[in-house]
């Protein structure tokens, strides 16, 4: 009988103890790609362009509905821009998916990696991450704020880091007014 109780007493202990020590699975949170949206903004000597990509797929994981990780795949082939139309709208986008730009043929998918999640606030987070972009992976570090089943972030992305070289200053000389500048802006609205 004594054997009994000492048995039972050490599996309560030490399954409780197994229990406590059992790391925490946190919750993953599919994005609605369809009701998400990223939209891009670049810019050159004598103007900007504006557009939107579309994501392919992507998720946020959460513990304890704090933001701890994310991961997103991108269609680089949706890449349309909507400050044009007609003509120079198409010539714009074929150029952009061209190999002066994202050479979509060969690397039609980008990637956002969370590496490190940081709350810097109620809602808000300092992320930082690995973006691949025509299989180039480099670090990035950007804000998100999440709210309810939405959340935004905006980066800045360095086109030169990616080999994306046409019209950059970085690349070439005397570029004068065709100078396009090698940083792009992302504003990301995601739906979960």
Do not use: C
């Amino acid at each position: 009988m004594k054997k009994n109780v000492l048995s039972l007493a050490l599996a309560i202990v030490f399954g409780a103890t197994a229990v406590a020590n059992a790391p925490i699975n946190g919750e993953k949170k599919e994005v609605k790609v369809d009701e998400s949206k990223v939209t891009w903004k670049a810019y050159k000597v004598t103007g900007s362009h504006t557009g939107t990509v579309n994501l392919k797929s992507g998720a946020l994981m959460f513990d304890e509905g704090k933001l701890t990780g994310g991961e997103f795949e991108v269609d680089m082939t949706s890449l349309i821009s909507t400050d044009l139309e007609g003509e120079y709208k198409g010539k714009l986008e074929g150029h952009l998916k061209s190999d002066d730009f994202f050479g979509v043929e060969n690397h039609p998918n980008s990637t956002l990696v969370f590496t490190k999640v940081k709350a810097s606030g109620k809602n808000s987070y300092e992320v930082q991450g690995d973006l691949t972009i025509k299989g180039i992976t480099k670090p990035v570090t950007f804000d998100v704020s999440v709210y309810g089943s939405k959340a935004t972030a905006t980066l800045k992305v360095d086109r030169a880091q990616y080999d994306v070289k046409y019209g950059s200053g970085s690349f070439f000389d005397d570029l004068g007014d065709k100078t396009i500048y090698d940083e792009f802006d992302l504003v990301v609205d995601l739906e979960f």
